[in-house]
C-alpha cells in the first residue's frame, strides 16, 4: 500500500483563497483596493496631487467596502481593511490639500 505512505508536501504559498476554492472576483477586488489605497497614500504626500489622492483614495473606498461585503477568507478580508485604511488616509489628505475638483466647483 504506497499510496498510505504518500508523504504530501505543503508548499508555503501566498495565497488569498485559503479555503481551497477559487474566488476571482473577491481576489481582484482586494488587489484592485490594495493598489488604490497605495496610490492614494503615496500622492498624498505631494499637495499638487490632491486630485489623484482624493479620486483614487475615494475609489479605494469603494472598492474596498464592496470587496469587504462579499469577501470569503480571511486572507481577503485582512488586505481589504489595510487597503482601505491607506485609501481612507490618502482621501481625507486629498480632500485637505485641495478636494475633488480643485477648486474648480
Avoid: K
Amino acid at each position: 500500500m504506497a499510496q498510505t505512505f504518500r508523504q504530501f508536501r505543503q508548499r508555503h504559498v501566498l495565497t488569498l483563497n485559503t479555503d481551497g476554492r477559487p474566488h476571482p472576483v473577491e481576489n481582484t477586488l482586494t488587489v484592485i483596493t490594495v493598489v488604490l489605497g497605495a496610490v492614494a497614500a503615496l500622492t498624498s504626500l505631494s499637495r499638487g496631487l490632491h486630485l489623484v489622492s482624493s479620486w483614487t483614495g475615494l475609489l479605494g473606498i469603494v472598492s474596498g467596502a464592496y470587496g469587504q461585503y462579499i469577501s470569503a477568507t480571511t486572507a481577503e478580508r485582512f488586505l481589504l481593511v489595510i487597503g482601505l485604511g491607506a485609501a481612507a488616509v490618502g482621501f481625507f489628505i486629498g480632500m485637505a490639500h485641495g478636494g475633488l475638483f480643485g477648486g474648480v466647483v
